[in-house]
């Protein structure tokens, strides 16, 4: 399903947050949301899972409007979302947290059948959970809890997943894990990101946001240059080729007044002084 962003305007407290917000996001493909902190990426999101109406614009799923002409039910049925502050009882185990993402698709009184319990095994084995089914959240680590809750979003099967800063709180291998498995989906995904690398290695296209507007969006590759990221960021970038997995690969350093050291700011290469020679 594409998903298109219309002119969003959104404002909470007579305060603007977003303001003419349009992107179009590309069946099965992995959209990122960049930009810096309170730039307006979770509002954003909010605006595209139905959790905050615009005050102006809209959001499309196939051409139908999220607020106007869908239900709570019917867009829970396309779209999923896992979202930073998603809560999770401890006291229930892993196969009880994903059934809850067949909620969508049941009556107040009805109870799992034999397809839910399919499509929940499915979920645990898609996210490689499935030995933890029976283990309560609480005794599982941060990067296992996270795969859980996109077990739930996956168990809504839903065609569109949304993700608020999915890599949150985990360490180095977990996050690679996670978005590598997201990226293995195909569904067409809408994320926000804090980190460019991520954004760049994963995402088939991004949209930059600053003070609640697009700046920027397309191909990483075309998006991300050093000028943009200094201006919008606020720090030096070096663009380049991962050299052990051969994706576009963004290195940041803060921006120094040393008057040794200078920065290209159109081509990412960083120039450097070469020492006195004392000898």
């Not at 179009?24 to 905050?52: C, D, F």
């Not at 396309?78 to 969508?104: H, K, L, N, Y």
């Not at 109870?111 to 979920?123: N, Q, V």
Request: aromatic residues 2%; proline residues 4%.
């Amino acid at each position: 399903m594409n998903v298109t962003i219309a002119g969003v305007d959104v404002t909470i407290d007579d305060q603007p947050i977003l303001t003419g917000v349009s992107m179009e996001v590309s069946s099965g493909h992995v959209h990122g949301i960049i930009g810096p902190n309170g730039s307006g990426k979770s509002t954003l999101l909010r605006a595209i899972y139905r959790s905050l109406r615009p005050s102006a614009g809209a959001v499309l799923i196939d051409g139908a409007d999220l607020w106007r002409q869908l239900t709570a039910r019917a867009s829970a049925r396309r779209r999923a979302v896992v979202t930073q502050d998603s809560a999770i009882d401890f006291d229930f185990s892993v196969r009880e947290v994903v059934a809850m993402g067949r909620a969508p698709h049941k009556g107040m009184f009805d109870r799992d059948d034999r397809r839910d319990a399919a499509i929940i095994d499915e979920a645990l084995d898609s996210v490689g959970m499935s030995w933890a089914g029976s283990r309560l959240v609480a005794t599982l680590s941060g990067g296992e809890r996270q795969r859980v809750l996109l077990a739930r979003a996956l168990a809504q099967q839903a065609p569109i997943l949304v993700l608020d800063e999915p890599t949150n709180h985990l360490d180095v291998r977990a996050q690679l894990e996670l978005l590598d498995l997201v990226r293995s989906l195909g569904l067409t995904t809408i994320a926000a990101l804090h980190d460019l690398d991520h954004a760049a290695s994963v995402c088939d296209a991004v949209s930059v946001l600053r003070r609640g507007t697009v700046v920027a969006s397309g191909a990483p590759l075309e998006v991300l240059t050093p000028a943009m990221i200094r201006d919008v960021f606020g720090v030096r970038a070096h663009i380049g080729t991962h050299p052990l997995t051969g994706m576009l690969h963004i290195a940041v350093a803060a921006i120094t007044d040393d008057p040794d050291r200078q920065a290209d700011d159109q081509t990412g290469h960083q120039i450097e002084r070469p020492p006195e020679d004392h000898r």
